[in-house]
């Protein structure tokens, strides 16, 4: 039997230049929102356009390549892993956040369309 893996693919726009933290045990964070587009009609006929952002991490050389390669507005294609954490705020309110881990990027090149 084949074994069914967490993987996931996204083609966006960085929404932010990548956020890079450095941990004093030499660990490298990279964190990025990546908006995506889908555009349907919808029953009155007008053309709608639905934007879902997405939470992107990536640790080590992956962090690494994002901070030397990813800003605000560059088109990417991303593959990761989908991840759910949890915290409680000083408050005693608990937080759920949806992430996905990054394990791959291409950077896209995309030429505008003329009007």
Do not use: C
């Amino acid at each position: 039997m084949t074994t069914l893996r967490n993987r996931v693919q996204l083609v966006g726009n960085l929404g932010i230049d990548p956020e890079i933290v450095k941990f004093e045990s030499g660990k490298k964070l990279a964190k990025f929102t990546l908006a995506t587009n889908e555009t349907y009609t919808d029953a009155k006929g007008n053309k709608t356009t639905d934007t879902q952002w997405h939470n992107i991490v990536a640790w080590g050389k992956q962090a690494d390549l994002v901070e030397q390669h990813l800003k605000k507005g560059n088109n990417a294609t991303i593959e990761g892993k989908l991840t759910y954490r949890q915290y409680e705020d000083k408050n005693k309110q608990k937080h759920y956040i949806t992430e996905i881990l990054l394990s791959s990027f291409i950077l896209s090149k995309i030429e505008r369309e003329s009007a």
